[in-house]
């Protein structure tokens, strides 16, 4: 290693399941090079958060990961071993690269990461994006030594002490967004409004059903761009007059984004994160308690009483209520993006990165 890799501090990124666990780290990472830190990333052997973290050049490093469940399951049994493994690996890693401190967001692949952080006596910061702690998290906060979190009321779940109310990190390429660039690709019209739907990174059968029921009606007043996740694409819309449809979109989002008028979306809280960064009047759909615990309700609730989104359960769905909310919503848009301008966001990527150099002794060059 040349001396100038060795007098630069060290930081091991983890997080990993859900691209919710990773963007926020791919966020963090100019600003931590910026600031001096060499960062390696610890995720799943083959998990999602590999590629998109290699395609960062940043160090990454698989470990064995077990997923926590709350329900009955055969791999109940076999997980706990992998968890094992995961940490012994873990310990390996950290020993071998000797950082100054690991900055976790959260996902089960974390947990033998931080669990061996302190073990090793390396100091750990946690990010928990939505509301409430998820599992992954409860399990690792009584080895943190700070908790960042997006929403007020999470201050309530944390330990005393602990809790820094920071946002999230939100990706600087997002606010480079073009409008005409975006409507260029997606082979739109300026005059009209466009209404951007995002289901998730592995779609939302419910959510792109109730959409393109509502299609013909709701193509007389506006275009739409529909981001519809892996394999929920429908052959028979292709061609159709103002709509576009996509499984993902990587490069292009932040054009997509700038596009919108309006967007309909699930309540991941990183995905609502940058809707409000962005200001964009939105209606929200969150996860059903029974398809998740309950967390994109929570997020949902906490940004409607804040007056930043319209909530929609999606048990209350009809294609009447949808197209009569995005109508209403469209037609108050400048209240919308009123209040999210004057709730002012914090700098996340600067106030984290302050914590971490904190935590790390701050003793770089």
């Known amino acids: 290693m040349e001396?100038?890799?060795?007098?630069?501090?060290?930081?091991?990124?983890?997080?990993?399941g859900t691209a919710g666990h990773v963007t926020p780290n791919i966020a963090l990472m100019p600003e931590l090079r910026r600031r001096g830190y060499r960062i390696f990333y610890i995720g799943s052997y083959n998990g999602m958060e590999k590629e998109m973290v290699e395609k960062t050049g940043t160090r990454y490093l698989g470990i064995a990961?077990?997923?926590?469940?709350?329900?009955?399951?055969?791999?109940?049994?076999?997980?706990?071993?992998?968890?094992?493994?995961?940490?012994?690996?873990?310990?390996?890693?950290?020993?071998?690269?000797?950082?100054?401190?690991?900055?976790?967001?959260?996902?089960?692949?974390s947990v033998p990461v931080v669990l061996a952080a302190k073990k090793l006596k390396i100091p750990?910061?946690?990010?928990?994006?939505?509301?409430?702690?998820?599992?992954?998290?409860?399990?690792?906060?009584?080895s943190a030594e700070k908790?960042?979190?997006n929403f007020p009321e999470t201050v309530a779940y944390l330990p005393e002490g602990k809790a820094v109310l920071t946002g999230s990190p939100i990706r600087l390429e997002l606010f480079d967004g073009d409008r005409l660039r975006?409507?260029?690709?997606c082979g739109l019209s300026a005059d009209r409004p466009v209404v951007l739907i995002i289901g998730g990174s592995l779609g939302s059968v419910a959510v792109n059903t109730a959409i393109r029921s509502?299609?013909?009606?709701?193509?007389?007043?506006?275009?739409?761009?529909?981001?519809?996740g892996r394999g929920n694409l429908d052959p028979e819309l292709d061609g159709?007059?103002?709509y576009v449809q996509y499984e993902f979109i990587s490069e292009e989002l932040p054009d997509l984004m700038a596009a919108a008028d309006l967007m309909v979306s699930r309540a991941g809280a990183n995905t609502i994160c940058e809707i409000l960064a962005l200001k964009k009047p939105n209606i929200l759909i969150p996860l059903p308690a029974g398809a998740s615990r309950g967390d994109q309700i929570d997020n949902a609730e906490s940004f409607e009483k804040q007056g930043f989104s319209y909530l929609m359960r999606e048990e209350d769905i009809t294609d009447e209520k949808l197209l009569a909310a995005i109508k209403e919503v469209y037609g108050e848009r400048e209240k919308y993006r009123s209040v999210m301008e004057a709730a002012g966001q914090?700098?996340?990527?600067?106030?984290?990165?302050?914590?971490?150099d904190e935590c790390s002794g701050n003793n770089a060059e």
């Not at 702690?133 to 399990?139: D, H, Q, R, V, W």
């Not at 975006?182 to 690709?185: A, H, N, R, T, V």
């Not at 509502?214 to 529909?226: A, M, S, T």
Request: overall charge positive; charged content about 25%; proline content about 5%.
């Open 65 to 109: 990961t077990g997923k926590f469940r709350r329900y009955l399951d055969l791999k109940n049994l076999s997980d706990p071993f992998r968890v094992l493994k995961g940490l012994s690996e873990a310990k390996k890693y950290l020993r071998k690269i000797r950082p100054d401190v690991v900055f976790s967001k959260g996902g089960y692949v």
């Open 240 to 242: 159709t007059p103002g």
């Open 214 to 228: 509502i299609l013909p009606e709701l193509l007389k007043e506006f275009q739409v761009i529909h981001l519809c």
């Open 147 to 149: 908790v960042c979190c």
């Open 3 to 16: 001396n100038t890799e060795k007098q630069k501090k060290r930081i091991v990124l983890t997080g990993g």
């Open 182 to 185: 975006g409507l260029s690709f």
């Open 346 to 356: 914090s700098d996340a990527i600067d106030i984290i990165a302050d914590l971490l």
């Open 124 to 142: 750990v910061v946690i990010h928990e994006s939505d509301m409430t702690p998820g599992l992954a998290n409860k399990l690792c906060i009584p």
